[in-house]
């Protein structure tokens, strides 16, 4: 059961580095708001939904992993 969290901590930590290595950066030229808009699948209401709950979810997400870091 330990073996298996020390796994999973690490799975967590390498995708928050890639969160703050990659994620914001391109956030920040907005290479990702282009790229949903601009893709076939994105309809207006897609790309509505996902600028108004964006940060609701990633905040949700790591919260939620920084309560099971802690709780195990």
């Known amino acids: 059961m330990k073996k298996n969290f020390c796994v999973h901590t690490q799975i967590y930590m390498f995708f928050l580095h890639y969160f703050f290595y990659l ?3 391109l956030k920040r030229l907005n290479i990702i708001d282009d790229f949903i808009k601009h893709t076939s699948f994105a309809c207006d209401f897609v790309t509505s939904w996902y ?3 964006r940060y ?3 905040s949700l997400i ?3 992993l ?7």
């Open 62 to 64: 790591f919260s939620l």
């Open 66 to 72: 920084t309560y099971i870091n802690q709780h195990n």
């Open 23 to 25: 994620y914001l950066p």
């Open 56 to 58: 609701f979810i990633l």
């Open 51 to 53: 600028k108004s709950y």
